[in-house]
Nanobody, 126 residues
């Protein structure tokens, strides 16, 4: 099992920046890809981006965040990051990190990911 705990959410003004963290514990050696998703009340959880965990650090991003969001990881700290710049009110959501041992990159489907954090709320004011 892998446990994931997000942190770093909060209130920020439009155009501002925020960095989310996701601390992983447990069987982290089994992780192949980690990802960020976000969810607005009443809507489906949507893919934000992903990164391969141990090898290469290859990233994939959803189109609306390309050029504004950056996913990175620190394997020594077992921590995943989401640097969010130029934030917009439409980025307001609860952000979740997820992990999977399945060896395929850039899968956007929720069902692909086996482990989930509890989420951290991001609010961008206009």
């Amino acid at each position: 099992q892998v446990q994931l705990v997000e942190s770093g959410g909060g209130l920020v003004q439009s155009g501002g920046s925020l960095r989310l963290s996701c601390a992983a514990s447990g069987r982290t050696f089994s992780i192949y890809t980690m990802a960020w998703f976000r969810q607005v009340p009443g809507k489906e959880r949507e893919f934000v981006g992903s990164i391969t965990w141990w090898i290469g650090g290859s990233t994939v991003y959803e189109d609306s965040v390309k050029g504004r969001f950056t996913i990175s990881r620190d394997n020594a700290k077992n921590t995943l990051y989401l640097q969010m710049n130029s934030l917009k009110p439409e980025d307001t959501a609860v952000y979740f990190c997820a992990a999977t041992p399945k060896t395929r990159v850039g899968v956007t489907s929720l069902a692909w990911y086996e482990y989930w954090g509890q989420g951290t709320k991001v609010t961008v004011s206009s």
